[in-house]
């Protein structure tokens, strides 16, 4: 390999491939010839490979163009064993989690080539299993607090709350001081509120045509879907903020010059594509930063669901259907 590396890599390494099918058990994992990080990335040999709903989400393309044979995931844990031109060397060796462009091969093998400006450094007594389990959630939470201004006392509403960036969100929002309301199933309720949620409500907006509590709140996190979001509208106050993590509203959600609503997007996955350096590096600060905050306690990680790389496509498949609680992480041995 022309690239710096002070490890012994092997020709071939093993990954999940994708053949067209929007079947998780469909992926087939094969050998793959082993190629050097390309200019700006790195070559991080994964140790623990986190699973999320876009993994199995993405399969049935649309959401983007992959060509047969290409390796899904974008989540993983590991240690940097190359770097690509214009990447320092002293990246080899480090202990590191990231969250891998759509774009370009991810983390569902072996070996993940990674930018390497999204790459997070692990603290050193992360175990790599918690490490895997944060990129996607908590950047995406974070992501997502962050387009709500700070006003401490104020009353925020996360519905949907009971899933992986949920589980970010209520801490997030409890610790910037708002005051947070958790829309999720009943049985996530007591976990919720020991993360800091004061208030939990039951189910979601599915079978309404809206929220029937009155305007109530400064600010709505929806992490279920565009048309979830746009029910959710009449839950805000004037000058109130919607943020939407799953799909978008349709359009403006109130006339000129009534309430001010301002909605907000939130897609992690579009920054590979338009966000800039300095835009990464807000995001890998704040993800360093929540990576700390676990390993000293102070931020708590989902409950985790171990299993081994070889069963990734049947976990993929059981992630699809809910068929466990906690977060879904292959390990390879």
Request: aromatic letters at 6%; charged letters at 15%.
């Amino acid at each position: 390999m022309n690239n710096g590396s002070l490890f012994s890599l092997p020709a071939h390494y093993r990954a999940w491939r994708w053949r067209g099918s929007a079947e998780p058990l469909e992926l087939l994992l094969e050998q793959v010839p082993l190629q050097p990080p390309a200019a700006g990335e790195v070559l991080v040999r994964n140790a623990v490979i986190g699973l999320n709903p876009v993994d199995w989400k993405v399969l049935a393309g649309g959401l983007i163009d992959w060509q047969s044979g290409h390796i899904p995931g974008v989540d993983g844990a590991g240690e940097v064993v190359a770097t690509g031109e214009g990447v320092s060397t002293q990246w080899l060796g480090h202990r590191v989690a990231y969250h891998a462009s759509l774009q370009g091969h991810g983390s569902f093998a072996e070996y993940t080539p990674v930018a390497a400006r999204a790459l997070l450094r692990l603290p050193d007594k992360l175990a790599f299993e918690v490490a895997a389990s944060m990129p996607c959630p908590a950047l995406t939470a974070w992501i997502a607090i962050e387009k709500v201004p700070v006003q401490p006392g104020q009353s925020l509403l996360i519905s949907g709350a009971g899933g992986a960036v949920g589980q970010y969100l209520v801490q997030l929002a409890a610790a910037r001081g708002f005051t947070v309301s958790a829309m999720a199933h009943p049985r996530h309720h007591e976990r919720l509120r020991a993360l800091g949620a004061g208030e939990c409500l039951t189910g979601s907006l599915a079978n309404k045509r809206a929220w029937d509590g009155g305007r109530r709140f400064h600010a709505v996190i929806d992490a279920v879907s565009g048309d979830h979001a746009q029910n959710l509208a009449s839950a805000l106050r004037a000058n109130g903020h919607l943020v939407c993590i799953q799909g978008r509203v349709p359009g403006w959600l109130c006339p000129p010059f009534g309430l001010t609503l301002s909605i907000h997007e939130v897609a992690l996955g579009a920054l590979h594509v338009y966000g800039d350096d300095t835009a990464w590096q807000h995001l890998t600060t704040a993800g360093e930063r929540m990576l700390h905050d676990i390993a000293e306690g102070c931020l708590q990680a989902e409950a985790l669901l171990v299993r081994d790389f070889d069963q990734l496509a049947q976990l993929l498949k059981d992630l699809q259907h809910r068929n466990f609680s906690g977060k879904a992480l292959a390990k390879i041995l």
